[in-house]
Nanobody, 124 residues
Framework: VQLQASGGGLVQAGGSLRLSCAAS????????MCWFRQAPGKEREFVAAINWGGGSTSYADSVKGRFTIFRNNAKNTVYLQMNSLKPEDTAVYYCAAVRSGWPLRRREADFDSWGQGTLVTVSS
């Protein structure tokens, strides 16, 4: 599946952004989807995941309660709604896909399709 992430930008601390990841190719509704992020000088880390049907989600502790992952299979798109943004959320955000499985995957190595990344900058 080919993935195209968008929606990044510059926002003040406390603000909100919604990232989108549009998919094409492999049947999107058969895929579990995930968002990762990579801050400057740091390793890429897990942010949120959602299963093929949207009924199961998983979040990193650092974003729990502030970020929401959801999907629209009719539009072949997964979203990441980010609220109460903090400067430490500044990173390049990547979406990733893998054929659906259980349990819901959270490791980079488990995902075989990646988008190009979209930059989120949160100013203090």
């Amino acid at each position: 599946v080919q993935l195209q992430a968008s929606g990044g930008g510059l926002v003040q601390a406390g603000g909100s952004l919604r990232l989108s990841c549009a998919a094409s190719g492999r049947t999107f509704s058969n895929c579990d989807m995930c968002w990762f992020r990579q801050a400057p000088g740091k390793e890429r880390e897990f942010v949120a995941a959602i299963n093929w049907g949207g009924g199961s989600t998983s979040y990193a502790d650092s974003v729990k309660g502030r970020f929401t992952i959801f999907r629209n299979n009719a539009k072949n798109t997964v979203y990441l709604q980010m609220n109460s943004l903090k400067p430490e959320d500044t990173a390049v955000y990547y979406c990733a896909a893998v054929r659906s499985g259980w349990p819901l995957r959270r490791r980079e190595a488990d995902f075989d399709s990646w988008g190009q990344g979209t930059l989120v900058t949160v100013s203090s």
